[in-house]
């Protein structure tokens, strides 16, 4: 139902999509450990490979990828 990715700094990442199953659309959120801002990044199909980078002026990040419950 959902991935969770901490990246310790500013970095890249590649993911398969298709990983999380029960629908057609992941939400993907970036979370801000510093604070907790959460900042939704979108809604992507449930297939392929799909690259994340990390918000360039956070110490770390993490990536919080779930099916979309509405799709």
């Known amino acids: ?3 969770i990715v901490y990246l ?7 993911l398969k ?4 199953t029960g629908g057609e659309q992941v939400k993907a959120t970036w979370i ?6 959460r ?4 809604n992507f ?6 690259s994340f980078s990390s918000p360039k002026t ?3 990040a993490i ?5 979309n419950r509405f799709s």
Not at 8 to 14: E, F, Q, R, T, V
Not at 39 to 42: A, F, K, M, V, Y
């Open 45 to 50: 199909p449930a297939s392929g490979t799909r």
């Open 39 to 42: 900042t939704l990044i979108g």
């Open 32 to 37: 801000d450990p510093v604070n907790g801002t």
């Open 17 to 20: 999509m298709d990983k999380i």
């Open 8 to 14: 310790p700094g500013a970095d890249n990442i590649s």
């Open 58 to 60: 956070w110490e770390d």
């Open 1 to 3: 139902d959902w991935i």
């Open 63 to 67: 990536l919080l990828l779930e099916k």
